[in-house]
């Protein structure tokens, strides 16, 4: 398989990226001509590595949580059964988008302390809308004759669901995933405000110092993750919906 100019590229700032988080000093003359008065060139408070796999594991838990609550509230406002609850789950769900995750923190800190719990409760809150409003398109827009072709083979209703709407749905629904991820990378860089062990903690250490080469190496980071788990799932998604002929093979 021929690898294409852009894929080479993105494998090896991935690569780069890998080799600064085990390695930092080695780039410390790269970042050194943006500080001052002789400050420390690469971040020295904690390990980036540590941070960058802390930073990925709130994410990771928070999208998962996301997850999992708006695909039960998709599934259940598309049956028969749940059809009234829509707008009750549409109110829900923009609660995160409505409140900015600073004001949630605000509020969560309170009631369950500092750290990394109401960082996680904003994310989870965050990520709720593009993942459900994704879901609810990728199972109202199914073929009909494939529907009708599941319940003339005598499926039945959780079959479908199962066999059918969710494998149909999923490069739809991986979308909203892949946008709830992507935002939250970025969104919890704030939440070192409350003392979560996030990237935040680089560009914040940048800022009260005055230190740009603090705050790039944050921003680079957290950037380049983003662009990477989105190119990632993008490529998951055209494989699945490859599998289920949605596109053409080509």
Do not use: C
């Amino acid at each position: 398989m021929k690898l294409r100019f852009p894929t080479i590229l993105r494998l090896l700032v991935f690569a780069l990226l890998i080799v600064f988080l085990i390695r930092p000093e080695w780039f410390a003359s790269v970042f050194r001509p943006l500080t001052e008065n002789n400050a420390p060139a690469i971040y020295n408070q904690g390990s980036l590595l540590t941070l960058t796999l802390l930073h990925l594991r709130t994410v990771a838990i928070a999208t998962a949580g996301a997850t999992v609550v708006a695909i039960a509230l998709a599934i259940l406002v598309t049956r028969p059964i749940g059809a009234e609850f829509l707008p009750l789950s549409r109110s829900l769900v923009n609660i995160g988008q409505t409140f900015p995750p600073v004001a949630v923190l605000a509020l969560a800190v309170p009631a369950v302390g500092f750290g990394e719990k109401p960082t996680l409760i904003a994310l989870f809150l965050y990520g709720l809308l593009p993942i459900f409003e994704n879901s609810l398109t990728g199972l109202t827009t199914l073929p009909p004759t494939v529907t009708d072709a599941a319940r003339g083979v005598g499926m039945t209703g959780w079959q479908r669901l199962i066999k059918v709407e969710l494998p149909l749905a999923m490069p739809i629904i991986l979308a909203g995933i892949r946008l709830s991820v992507v935002i939250n990378l970025a969104t919890a860089t704030i939440g070192s405000t409350v003392a979560a062990k996030t990237l935040g903690e680089v560009i914040i250490a940048g800022l009260q110092s005055n230190n740009l080469a603090f705050v790039l190496q944050g921003g680079l980071i957290v950037g380049i993750l983003a662009v990477m788990i989105y190119d990632g799932m993008s490529a998951i998604e055209k494989f699945i919906a490859k599998r289920t002929g949605l596109v053409q093979q080509t």
